[in-house]
């Protein structure tokens, strides 16, 4: 009974053992998890953010952009951070004040194909349009004889609307004077309208009118 005992107890020591080592590792797997969980959720980061509405083609400068602490964990590698704002960077797109600046949004003046240009509306504007609305710019042609009917295309799609610019004139037949960005592809065409008298109607976008 003797011999019995002393032969199987170093057995039961090793399997105790290696229960007690495994233990071990499963506890300081999980400690170390949640310390790297920790720790990634307290990292901040000092990304730039937009104070103002910026457009297309804006240069992004202390006028327009502000660095701010952020605790955006895995994804703030997709937005600019301190030091990444180069010199001569510009906007690609419209940033709403108050975004994180995206890398995406972010480029050369080489990269610019729109340019901004004041244009008279007649209608289809509302009053409170915010800077940044999309918007289509249509060119209706009307028959000053009575003879031929109307006809509406649209000239510009996918225009921006910047802001509303006081008109000088006293006496007018448009609404308001609206500073419109568009794509320069479209630019011959919206002054061709405005130099065959079209009237000229703005009109958010199904998106943005919601």
Not at 30 to 57: E, K, P, Q
Request: glycine content about 8%; overall charge negative; proline content about 6%.
């Amino acid at each position: 009974m003797a011999r019995l005992i002393r032969s199987t107890s170093p057995t039961g020591r090793r399997r105790l053992d290696s229960r007690l080592v495994i233990g071990t590792l499963v506890i300081v797997a999980s400690v170390s998890a949640a310390y790297f969980v920790v720790s990634s959720a307290d990292r901040t980061s000092n990304l730039y953010v937009t104070t103002t509405t910026v457009f297309a083609g804006t240069a992004l400068t202390e006028n327009n952009v502000a660095l701010v602490p952020a605790n955006l964990a895995s994804v703030s590698d997709s937005y600019v951070a301190e030091g990444e704002l180069v010199p001569g960077s510009i906007a690609t797109r419209t940033i709403g004040p108050g975004e994180f600046i995206a890398h995406g949004a972010v480029g050369q003046s080489a990269l610019v194909t729109s340019t901004r240009l004041v244009v008279d509306v007649n209608s289809g504007l509302p009053a409170d349009t915010p800077p940044g609305t999309a918007v289509d710019v249509w060119a209706t042609q009307v028959d000053p004889y009575g003879n031929e009917p109307s006809s509406s295309s649209i000239v510009v799609p996918g225009a921006t609307f910047v802001r509303e610019v006081e008109s000088t004139t006293l006496a007018s037949e448009t609404s308001l004077r609206a500073e419109l960005l568009i794509p320069r592809s479209a630019l011959r065409s919206l002054l061709a309208a405005q130099g065959d008298g079209a009237r000229i109607v703005v009109v958010p976008t199904v998106s943005q009118a919601g």
